[in-house]
């Protein structure tokens, strides 16, 4: 849904409930979030091993790297899909930590 939060964004269809509104607004911060994670996720492997000269300590820190990765990544997904299910039967609900960095408390403006 982030992509098609973000042509939203782009181009707002000036029909949409206010329903739609909210849930793409939180698809859309959903997907910044997770896409700011990830990139964190990816970057901090490279900026803790140029501290580090022992190459058995840079192969140590890239295999934990993958792991914290893989785990977020099925975290991401599972929670994605959780979200999906519950917009598809058209539920009003707010993702508590997208609410917490944009300040929308509330689904109904």
């Not at 990830?38 to 934990?64: C, Q």
């Not at 009003?92 to 960095?101: E, K, S």
Request: with cysteine; net charge positive.
């Amino acid at each position: 849904m982030w992509p098609l939060a973000i042509v939203e964004r782009v181009a707002p269809r000036e029909d949409g409930s206010h329903w739609y509104a909210f849930h793409l607004k939180q698809a859309l911060w959903f997907g910044n979030l997770a896409a700011i994670a990830g990139l964190l996720a990816l970057v901090w492997p490279l900026i803790l091993t140029s501290l580090v000269a022992s190459i058995a300590v840079t192969i140590w820190i890239y295999w934990l790297a993958l792991l914290i990765d893989c785990t977020l990544l099925v975290a991401w997904i599972v929670l994605a899909l959780r979200y999906s299910r519950r917009a598809a039967r058209g539920e009003f609900f707010v993702i508590p930590w997208v609410a917490r960095v944009t300040g929308s408390a509330t689904p109904i403006p």
